[in-house]
């Protein structure tokens, strides 16, 4: 099952959580410029996202599609089951979520 989080005000944003199958697999501070790697279980490099000037980016996918590196308040890559999820900030959304999958 995935949630989404949207956060419309971002500027708040103060961390991402990285969810891989719904287990938190990092949580990363906005204000660490640095590439994270997500492996598969048998360590095959699936996603890396990317955090620079307090935004995170998908910019890389093995997935067909490569749906999550055009994602920009949100991003999900559901053939790998990663969901990105900004926490923190005055506004901190993450009670409410939006879609449930």
Same mark, same amino acid.
């Given at each position: ?61 093995? /997935?067909?599609?490569?749906? /999550? ?33």
């Amino acid at each position: 099952m995935f949630y989404f989080a949207f956060d419309l005000n971002p500027g708040n944003a103060e961390t991402i959580v990285i969810k891989v199958n719904g287990k938190i697999y990092a949580e990363v501070s906005l204000s660490q410029e640095k590439d994270i790697e997500i492996y598969h279980d048998d360590g095959t490099l699936m996603n890396i996202v990317r955090i620079k000037e307090k935004k995170a980016y998908m910019i890389y996918a093995n /997935c067909p599609d490569k749906r /999550c590196m055009r994602q920009n308040y949100f991003i999900a890559c559901l053939p790998n089951r990663v969901t990105i999820e900004i926490t923190g900030g005055k506004n901190d959304k993450n009670d409410k979520f939006d879609v449930v999958i």
